[in-house]
């Protein structure tokens, strides 16, 4: 599985951005396989923002405290594409984002917030807002 993260750029604070996650060698249509997205900053541990895992016409959602209400997971099967879109942003989401995935079924209590449970990353995206 090879994903490709793009979208990123510098927006002012309360602006928005949709970050893209391209994927070849998996279908994002498929419900066999965890979604994530992560981000960074320097010199502190690689955070968890949001996840998905789809099952029938749903998902299973996880998303961070500071971006509930305001991030969203979504996909194109047609593109092949995992999304997220990110409002009313704030300063303190400037990050290197990274989308991530892997197969094993992920929970809370299994730790899907752990960057060392995902075996396929995408390369980073820089999200710079400013104040």
């Known amino acids: 599985v090879q994903l490709q993260a793009s979208g990123g750029g510098l927006v002012q604070a309360g602006g928005f951005l949709r970050l893209s996650c391209a994927a070849s060698?998996?279908?994002?249509?498929?419900?066999?396989?965890?979604w994530a997205w992560f981000r960074q900053v320097p010199g502190k541990e690689r955070e968890l923002v949001a996840f998905?895992?789809?099952?029938?016409?749903?998902?299973?959602?996880y998303y961070t405290d500071s971006v509930k209400g305001r991030f969203t997971l979504s996909r194109d099967n047609a593109k092949n594409s995992v999304f997220l879109q990110m409002n009313r942003l704030k300063p303190e989401d400037t990050a290197v984002h990274y989308c991530a995935a892997d197969t094993p079924p992920l929970t809370i209590l299994s730790g899907l917030y752990h960057a060392r449970r995902y075996s396929y990353w995408g390369q980073g995206t820089q999200v710079t807002v400013s104040s």
């Open positions: 998905i895992r789809w099952s029938g016409g749903g998902g299973r959602t």
């Open positions: 060698g998996h279908t994002v249509s498929s419900s066999n396989m965890n």
